[in-house]
């Protein structure tokens, strides 16, 4: 298939992988989903999978809208914060399903939080991929559990109040066995993390950093995309690297790489 | 080798009688009709099928999964995934477990996925009275979800029933993929009684798609693929087309969606509706008691005991309550003078008889006891005069 000009971007290895019917996505311009939509294609092309044995499952919000439609696989677009649990039900059925779960912040670890620390105690193989944008984009910009402090939404137009969710941290407190964090701008290591999330037996967690310049940019003084990229570039900081950072130094940076593995 | 539609599979326990709580007798109707995959949550009075299925699907052969998920939300979602990868999927609850997996059992209606619900009633609303009987459930399992459907419930007055009304559940929710609730009460659940399982056994296996055919449209009620077999399903709680791709701002998608959903079970109550009229031969009946579940025990004594006072009285039980079997009851009260719905609620079933017949009164009960016969007895002397 000849990429047409709505699936530019996309290279030959994963047009197969996709609907090119419904390109281009729906998001906005600036929103870091269709980077890791890129990224997770690219994993499973480079592992030479096939998507006939893949299932993924997907919530409610923009993150579930990365594979439904746009992936051409089986796909569960479910109820908002259920999907880890649809999924579960599925693979114990067919444990020959290779079965990924995609959401946002809201949709995994607010109103499907329960969910999501009972799969990673159970321990069952699956893989979840949290496209983390801190905000409720769908709905218009809410504050979520994983919102930083201070920052203005729709519902915290003073600034947010709450401390935040670490959601890796409380993943792998939780029993997951593989827990890793990038960004879409760390393209390169996170498709390496999301190979080694897939081939992983056991519950399996990547939270990406997924840039909303729309609902999180335009409320924040952040409204250029390119803008939001560098600054999650500059806030992010290695594992390794920040072993030999001092607190002060590590204050309201966000820790990359992988926790458990 | 999987075959679809209708087939008579040998009985999975060996035939013959056997003495069952009524829970357990819906656990071995699930195994016979080829339950493969249970996902539940602990509540009460309806813990013992999930006891039961756990201990059995360990001593099958084949695939048999249970798993007891976090909560009752992740217990029917398990089941629509399940069903999914091609599972014939069930879980048990009561009232509060009820009210929690309402919006999956809409996502279940809106996907055409076949799962069977047993709602064990209890006394509610909320926790109420966890080990007392109730009847209060019949509005709920038809209304529960929001937006326009059908739904199939089903309602057993005995232990033997408890097996062969969940047998049929499956069918009927393999055949119409749709949701089908086998809607008990504690008094049932818990009753021990004999049940006598048959040599063979009918089942219906869903219908999987033929090259070219859409798993959301065309046919009223369309062959459901599985997961893992390459026919790359969209499945989706929101409206979509026959091939499963949104269609969140089309008039016309919503209206066919919508339409087909609630057809695909109103074209078909010949083979959904089952009633069972007792005592209603004659061409006039003095009165007609239409009752249902447990309290339809208590009836049947009632209206004998009254017919040997010299009262021409007559019972309608319905076995299936939705889609409710208004021309079942139009026919009999149209012969009837006085009509009375005995219930363990405030009126559920009452309000849906006088649909079809204005002069049905109710006799109801609330109290956490179920109703006895000489209360129906007096009601039914009552309603007369």
């Known amino acids: 298939m000849k990429p047409s000009i709505k699936t530019q971007g996309l290279t030959e290895s994963i047009l197969s992988f996709v609907r090119p019917e419904v390109f281009p996505t729906p998001f906005c311009p600036g929103c870091g989903h269709g980077v890791l939509l890129g990224a997770i294609l690219r994993a499973i092309a480079d592992l030479g999978w096939e998507m006939d044995e893949m299932l993924f499952v997907s919530g409610i919000g923009c993150a579930a809208w990365i594979p439904s439609p746009h992936f ?47 799969a990673a105690r159970r321990n069952l193989d699956l893989t979840a991929i949290c496209a983390n ?11 979520t559990p994983t919102t930083p402090p ?89 594992l390794q690297r920040a072993e030999g950072m001092s ?15 | 080798m999987y075959k679809m539609g209708w087939t008579t599979v040998e009985s999975v326990l060996k035939p013959g009688r056997y003495f069952l709580q009524g829970n357990e007798a819906c656990a071995e109707g699930a195994i016979a009709a080829g339950c493969n995959y249970y996902g539940g949550y602990p509540i009460t009075p309806s813990s013992e099928i999930m006891e039961r299925i756990c201990e059995r699907f360990a001593g099958l052969g084949g695939r048999c999964v249970f798993k007891q998920m976090e909560d009752e939300i992740a217990s029917i979602a398990s089941c629509i995934g399940a069903s999914w990868a091609g599972a014939k999927a069930m879980t048990a609850t009561s009232g509060p477990g009820l009210s929690l997996m309402i919006e999956n059992i809409g996502y279940a209606i809106m996907t055409e996925t076949p799962v069977v619900i047993v709602d064990v009633q209890r006394a509610g609303p909320s926790t109420g009275q966890a080990t007392r009987p109730a009847q209060g459930d019949v509005m709920q399992v038809r209304w529960g979800p929001h937006g326009d459907h059908q739904i199939i419930a089903l309602s057993p007055w005995s232990v033997q029933e408890m097996y062969d009304q969940t047998i ?47 798993p959301f449209g065309l046919a009223k009620v369309p062959p459901m ?29 919503q209206e066919k969606l919508v339409t087909r959903l609630s057809t695909k079970v109103t074209d078909h109550l010949d083979e959904i509706i089952e009633v069972e009229e007792h005592f209603c031969d004659g061409d006039e009946l003095d009165i007609l008691v239409v009752a249902f579940g447990f309290t339809a025990r208590s009836a049947w004594r009632a209206v004998k005991a009254v017919r040997q006072e010299g009262t021409r009285a007559g019972l309608l039980r319905l076995k299936t309550i939705w889609p409710f079997p208004e021309e079942a009851v139009r026919q009999l009260t149209l012969r009837s003078r006085a009509v009375l719905v005995p219930e363990m609620n405030r009126g559920q079933v009452l309000r849906e008889v006088q649909r079809v017949a204005s002069q049905a009164q109710g006799y109801n009960k609330t109290d956490g006891e179920v109703i006895v016969p000489e209360e129906i007895r007096q009601a039914v002397q009552e309603a007369r005069s």
């Open chain 2, 168 to 214: 049929r559940a499956f069918n009927l929710a393999e055949r119409f993929r749709v949701p089908v609730f086998l809607l008990g009460e504690e008094a049932v659940a818990h009753l021990r009684e004999n049940v006598d399982v048959p040599t063979e056994t009918r089942i219906y296996n869903r219908l999987r798609p033929q090259d070219g055919e859409p």
């Open chain 1, 133 to 143: 944008n801190r905000i409720y984009g769908m709905t218009g910009g809410q504050v």
């Open chain 1, 72 to 118: 051409a696989a089986d796909t569960l677009h479910v109820t908002h914060g259920r999907a880890v649990v649809f999924a579960t039900g599925a693979k114990l059925f067919n444990p020959a399903l290779k079965v990924v779960v995609i959401g946002g912040d809201g949709d995994l670890a607010s109103i499907g939080g329960n969910h999501l620390i009972h």
């Open chain 2, 225 to 253: 693929p599985a997961f893992g077999q390459g026919h790359k399903v969209l499945v989706t709680g929101s409206t979509h087309d026959e091939w499963g791709y949104r269609r969140t701002s089309s008039a016309q998608a």
């Open chain 1, 247 to 261: 607190k002060e130094e590590l204050e309201g940076k966000t820790l990359i790489g992988e926790f458990v593995s």
């Open chain 1, 150 to 238: 201070g920052i203005r939404t729709a519902t915290t137009p003073q600034g947010n109040t709450e401390p935040p969710f670490d959601l890796c941290r409380l993943v792998a407190g939780a029993g997951a066995s593989y827990v890793a964090r990038y960004s879409t701008y760390h393209i390169r290591p996170l498709i390496r993390s999301l190979k080694r999330a897939l081939t992983h037996e056991g519950f399996a967690f990547v939270e990406v950093l997924s840039p909303c310049p729309t609902q999180y940019g335009r409320r924040n003084k952040l409204p250029q995309p390119e803008e939001m990229l560098r600054l999650m570039k500059e806030e992010c900081v290695n």
